[in-house]
């Protein structure tokens, strides 16, 4: 485990206080970690699960894959689909 020393204004602190007794932490710390956590779920990209990725192979080798050389032809499959 990293420890660290942080600087936070008021505001921060008290929004991890809130955190804290919302979701019934036992410190600030765990308040940190379930933001990095939302955070990360939130806005970082997301690991395929394996079975997502065979998924989207098969999907790539099957009829739902199609090359366009250009846009008017991906327009004209998609005004004609």
């Known amino acids: 485990m990293v420890q ?26 765990q308040a940190v970690a379930l933001i990095a956590k939302i955070y990360e779920e ?4 997301p690991e395929l699960r394996p079975e997502y990725l065979g998924k989207l192979k098969r999907i790539d080798k099957g009829k739902h894959s199609r090359v ?14």
């Open 4 to 29: 660290n020393i942080i600087n936070v204004e008021d505001r921060v602190d008290r929004i991890l206080n809130i955190v804290k007794a919302k979701f019934g932490l036992k410190n600030k710390s």
């Open 42 to 45: 939130s806005f970082l990209e």
């Open 68 to 81: 366009f050389s250009s846009i008017e032809e991906l327009d004209s499959y998609i005004k004609n689909a």
